[in-house]
């Protein structure tokens, strides 16, 4: 028999598709990719890795469009930050019914504890996932299943309650045990996604505020650089390294202002929106502070736009003028 288990590639989904393995069940591992990292060509060897030193097999789906609808039409609100957890797994299990019965599986599995996330992983919240998903009794969570209503892979005799964990709570103990029991590796365990950090939630509250109507690219964008609100109608984006040249290259925009330093390499800059010729300016100046040329007193930048190119020089901005645009 098949079944579908929802994989991130943490300790928690390591040990439900070990286990569900260990029952004798056809596993087929099944990861969701966040907007940040999809559409960009990044082949995904981290998890791929995970999944193969588990020898299960793994289908990867990278979110877009149909993500950010979710993310903007919430239901259940954000946690900590801008994280919106209930929605989030609501939107992904409904997603993971259709792979069920594409692939022929009978039941999703995930890896949750009750009590582990106080926004998605209470018993309150697996009932309203359920509900919202259409899939009542079809979701087992064999970490904490001896402690939970039973199932329906349990009534039909798929499962046996004995065989299932009674893990709970925000403690890995029992998950650590259980993977140095059977000699998994995973990841340390770590606390969410980009969506639950500080400095996501800034940036979000920023683009929110100035360009409410913010398209995917945008969303994808917070995940990148250094961030600076030049005015509200123009933001300035810094890699903050060569490796973030690529994903930044990616995301612009033919209406999107490129600049690069002209006599040497670096981090690329990206300037988005429509803004005074001064205000290029700044932002030109702002990227200079991040560049192998900071020290000098005025460096030669590039800046492509479309077919245009032209190339200005300026002094690098203050630490002050640099913090008071910072996002
Ligand atoms: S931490 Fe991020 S990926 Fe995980 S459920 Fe919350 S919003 Fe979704």
Not at 297 to 305: E, G, P, R, S
């Amino acid at each position: 028999m098949k079944c579908l288990v929802m994989f991130s590639g943490g300790l928690d989904s390591t040990i439900a598709v070990h286990l569900m393995q260990r029952l004798g069940f056809d596993v087929l591992a099944l990861h969701y990719v966040l907007p940040f990292y999809s559409g960009l060509g990044l082949s995904h060897e981290v998890i791929k890795a995970r999944a193969a030193s588990l020898a299960v097999p793994l289908r990867i789906e990278e979110e877009g469009q149909e993500y950010l609808e979710m993310f903007k039409g919430r239901q259940f609100g954000f946690g900590k930050n801008v994280n919106p957890c209930l929605d989030c797994r609501i939107h992904r299990i409904k997603k993971a019914a259709v792979v069920m019965d594409e692939v022929g599986a009978s039941f999703i599995v995930t890896g949750e504890v009750v009590g582990q996330r106080p926004m998605s992983q209470r018993r309150e919240c697996f009932d309203i996932i359920e509900k919202q998903t259409g899939l009542k009794g079809m979701i087992l969570r064999p970490l904490c299943a001896k402690i939970l209503k039973v199932t329906i892979p349990e009534e039909r005799g798929w499962v046996r309650r004995e065989d299932m964990l009674d893990f709970w709570g925000r403690g890995r103990k029992g998950q650590m045990a259980y993977a140095a029991k059977f000699n998994l590796s995973y990841p340390m365990p770590a606390g969410g996604c980009l969506l639950t950090h500080v400095r996501t939630a800034e940036r979000y509250a920023d683009l929110a505020n100035n360009n409410p109507d913010f398209s995917l690219n945008d969303f994808k964008l917070l995940a990148y650089g250094r961030h600076f609100r030049i005015s509200s109608a123009l933001r300035f984006v810094q890699a903050r390294d060569d490796t973030e040249n690529d994903p930044l290259g990616a995301l612009r925009l033919p209406d999107d202002t490129e600049i690069l330093l002209r006599d040497a390499l670096g981090p690329a800059g990206l300037v988005r929106g429509e803004g005074s010729e001064e205000e290029m300016l700044l932002a030109c100046s702002i990227f200079v502070k991040y560049t192998r040329e900071r020290t000098k007193d005025l460096a030669a930048v590039v800046l492509t736009k479309g077919d245009t190119m032209r190339v200005i020089e300026t002094a690098p901005a203050s630490e002050e003028v640099c913090e008071k645009f910072r996002i």
